[in-house]
């Protein structure tokens, strides 16, 4: 860090050490000579947290007595990283911990490596969320982030010999977590099950089983705002701990039962990422964490107070539904205000209308979920019935709205027939005030296609908020050197809070003495980011190759296969001696994906990519050209690694898939150019770097459209481009199976007769845009001036604009007076 970067702080180093022993002594009971790299960053952050605690309880108070309305971001996944150097940052105290730490004889990284890092997401989704609430902090905006405090995060990836994906149990929490601070007498009772009874002409729900929600609350520190938000995460407990008559007949499994039953819920983080999963249990962790959130709400803001005039509640706070997830927060809030506080139903249907806000995220029509309704009957009696009685105002409204009988019949948010279900995102259409997709176009597709019936009938709801990331966590701590070189570049550091400031880098892009240093910053991470490669997994990588990524979850929409594919073909190409081995440009692909464990053709391609990479990085006719990596388990921290060390990023999922994407935003902001297809954030990030900063290959959505229409048939692709059909015979013929033509069969079948993603009608156009790339990568020059112009034009990408955007088009409410 530079003199220039270096935060002011309330205490020198020497200080900081003293409290760092201090916590040694009194909270780890160790003397700093017998300590452990672990001990010291568990002092280490309590102390930071202690520097923060002011900051925290003054937020708190002035959000509950000020008059400006709080966010509560509802999210069941928040995919935050590592804690300590985000909080070190934002508290001002790098520096100080640096130097405090050497003072005691540790290596600063090693003391951040003791920290594990927390999956509580399955990716964009839940990362997203992490961003947003860091912005939020930073902008001053009160704020809660309200979900589930996982036991067991997204599962630890391993790759066995054949390289196939395997999953383990993700233990967090098996060593001390120093930022969860667990609030046992802020608790909720969450209820399940039961029977509606009529009482004095009343409906009332008499409950079968109740658990205990407890929250662990983490602070949200913001970057140079003095504020501090709370993220609350909720940990299910029983009440009943034991069964002691059970116990007494010495039946010691059923004596724990509703123990473990009460504890399942808050057991395990789902590792699906874009699919709907119908399990019971997964609806109660939904319940369990909406309802002890806004029942948390109410609390906050009324404190004290038996008779609240719940129809300030609107003015209080706005919830924000991260996808359909929380929906069941709607008929939650209606029941809390009906049956519990005494309101009619108008009235609480104003309120609750006035409370929530929808994100939607997806475009794939299974990955909206639908709730069989006697689940939700069986789980929630009352809730349903509410949902009902919604569904009944709402066909009633909907017919003062339109003639449209079909239409209307499509609208249902309890759908007829005999096994009816209830569609959450139309739940949450229609009874909240806003609903918001995650990129330009991904927002237009809803309009015009997932959501179109609504759209007609209520244009008004709908509004688009593009997606962002927060420069404080992807820039400055993942790419120290290229933060450095910005604030020397713009003579300031200013733009870790204005993300706009960037585009003073522009004229920067006309001055090759600059440009050469920007290529210098690339190619030390690059450096790095081999030391990490060998260091974590023992590959050699050699920096001198072009660093070309591919990280996301391994979806066939995002098409992974596309990229191996073209990988396998020009690996066919040299050995059938098309190309010279001397006309290849040397490249490091790495991939970082995992799969969802019961999701068979993406598991499939993970192990074709582990020995696509075992055969060719092993065959001696490629002299170290290609050299493909595979690091398992990514995660952020390899995210932080890897993104500012990457030239060359995928976006390839196919046209009208990916709702917005967010990696592409922090490889732009990184300086990396991207090859991509016109989908989801991809189309703003091309139309800001500029066209001719970007390589752009494929079909358009409207292509894909009516090549869907007019019948695809993805074998006549194979026939008539050889390199592409070499490719497949590849994979077909066994070279990457030890001759076994079975193994991946079920793959090349499906690339043949049916390949949904419609990867084969692309493999042309993006192998054509590769001798593109490779010729703008031998003028390095050239292409540090593109990848800077990223740089500098990625500014809109910060989520304090997407969460400004918010603020303006939604959420109605701003900073902390
Ligand atoms: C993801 C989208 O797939 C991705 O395009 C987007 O950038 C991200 O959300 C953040 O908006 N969606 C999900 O992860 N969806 C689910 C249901 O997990």
Redesign the pocket.
């Known amino acids: 860090m530079t003199e220039m970067t270096a935060p002011k702080s309330p205490i020198s180093s020497k200080d900081f050490a003293d409290e760092v022993r201090e916590q040694l002594k009194y909270t780890q009971g160790v003397t700093p000579e017998q300590a452990t790299a672990a001990d010291v960053y568990v002092a280490a952050s309590t102390a930071v947290r202690r520097h923060l605690m002011d900051s925290w309880m003054k937020t708190q108070q002035d959000m509950v007595n000020g008059n400006t309305k709080a966010v509560g971001y509802l999210s069941a996944e928040f995919l935050m990283g590592r804690q300590l150097r985000n909080a070190l940052l934002n508290a001002g105290l790098t520096e100080q911990f640096n130097e405090a730490v050497k003072e005691l004889g540790f290596d600063p990284q090693d003391v951040v490596d003791a920290e594990y890092e927390p999956g509580l997401g399955?990716?964009?989704?839940g990362r997203?969320a992490a961003c947003f609430i860091d912005s939020l902090a930073s902008l001053g905006v009160p704020a809660f982030g309200y979900g589930i405090q996982y036991k067991y995060g997204i599962f630890r990836q391993e790759f066995d010999e054949e390289g196939r994906q395997v999953e383990h149990p993700d233990y967090w929490l098996a060593n001390e977590d120093p930022w969860g601070h667990v609030d046992y007498g802020r608790d909720q009772k969450v209820s399940f099950g039961g029977k509606v009874v009529e009482e004095d002409g009343k409906r009332v729900w008499q409950p079968d089983w109740s658990v205990r929600a407890i929250p662990v609350d983490y602070m949200v520190p913001g970057y140079e705002s003095g504020r501090v938000n709370t993220l609350r995460l909720w940990q299910a407990r029983s009440y009943d701990e034991f069964d002691l008559l059970a116990f007494n007949k010495s039946e010691y499994m059923e004596a724990v039962e509703p123990q473990v039953k009460a504890e399942n819920i808050s057991k395990i983080l789902y590792p699906e990422?874009?699919t709907q999963v119908g399990k019971e249990l997964r609806l109660e962790q939904q319940y369990f964490f909406t309802c002890a959130s806004i029942h948390d709400a109410i609390r906050v803001f009324y404190p004290g107070e038996d008779k609240p005039d719940l129809t300030t509640f609107p003015d209080k706070i706005t919830f924000q539904l991260n996808?359909t997830h929380p929906v069941i927060g709607i008929p939650e809030l209606m029941r809390v205000l009906i049956d519990e506080y005494g309101y009619d139903w108008d009235t609480a249907w104003t309120i609750t209308n006035k409370t929530f806000n929808y994100t939607c995220?997806?475009l794939l029509p299974e990955?909206l979920e639908v709730w069989p309704a006697d689940l939700i009957g069986k789980l929630l009696p009352r809730h349903l019935e509410i949902i009902e009685k919604i569904n009944d105002q709402f066909m009633a409204e909907l017919k003062t709205l339109t003639k449209d009988e079909a239409k209307i019949e499509r609208m249902r948010i309890v759908t007829g027939g005999d096994k009816p279900a209830v569609r959450m995102a139309y739940l949450a259409t229609y009874a909240g005030s806003h609903v918001n997709g995650?990129a330009e176009l991904h927002s237009q597709l809803l309009k015009d296609v997932t959501l179109r019936d609504f759209s007609d009938l209520y244009d008004s709801k709908f509004t688009n908020v593009t997606?962002g990331v927060t420069p404080r966590r992807f820039v400055k701590l993942a790419n120290p050197g290229l933060s450095d070189l910005i604030t020397e570049g713009l003579g300031t550091d200013k733009w870790l809070e204005d993300l706009d400031l960037l585009e003073g880098l522009v004229p920067l892009a006309q001055d090759d003495e600059f440009v050469k240093k920007f290529a210098e910053v690339k190619h030390q991470n690059k450096v790095s980011f081999s030391n990490f490669a060998k260091k974590e997994y023992g590959y050699d990588v050699d920096p001198n190759t072009m660093f070309n990524t591919m990280i996301k979850r391994l979806h066939e929409y995002k098409r992974q296969s596309l990229k191996i594919l073209e990988v396998i073909a020009q690996y066919a190409d040299i050995k059938s001696g098309k190309v010279k081995i001397e006309d290849v440009t040397p490249r490091t692909i790495i991939f970082g994906a995992k799969s969802a464990p019961g999701y068979y053709m993406a598991k499939l391609t993970i192990q074709l990519i582990n020995n696509v990479a075992r055969v060719i990085n092993n065959d001696p006719d490629i002299k170290g050209k290609l050299n493909i990596i595979f690091p398992v388990n990514y995660n952020i921290r390899v995210a932080q690694n890897l993104i500012p060390a990457t030239e060359l990023d995928e976006q390839i999922s196919q046209a009208g898939k990916?709702?917005?994407?967010?990696s592409n935003m922090k490889f732009a902001l990184n300086g990396a150019l991207t090859v991509g297809t016109l989908d989801?954030a991809n189309v703003e990030i091309r139309a800001r770097v500029g066209a001719d900063n970007f390589f752009l290959f494929g079909m358009t959505v409207d292509e894909v459209e009516a090549m869907y229409a007019n019948g695809y048939n993805p074998a006549k692709y194979y026939e008539s481009d050889p390199r592409l059909k070499a490719a497949i015979d590849m994979v077909a013929g066994g070279t990457f199976s030890n001759g076994d033509r079975n193994t991946y069969a079920p793959l090349v079948s499906d690339w043949l007769t049916k390949d949904w993603f419609m990867t084969l009608a692309d493999f042309t156009a993006y192998h054509d845009i590769q001798s593109q790339i490779e010729t703008l990568y031998a003028d390095q020059l050239e292409w540090n001036r593109k990848a800077l112009l990223n740089t500098a034009n990625s500014g809109y990408f910060s989520s304090d604009r997407s969460i400004e955007d918010y603020l303006e088009r939604v959420w109605m409410t701003g900073p902390l007076k």
């Open positions: 399955n990716g964009g989704l997203l990422d874009s996808d995220h997806t990955a995650v997606n990916e709702a917005s994407g967010t989801g």
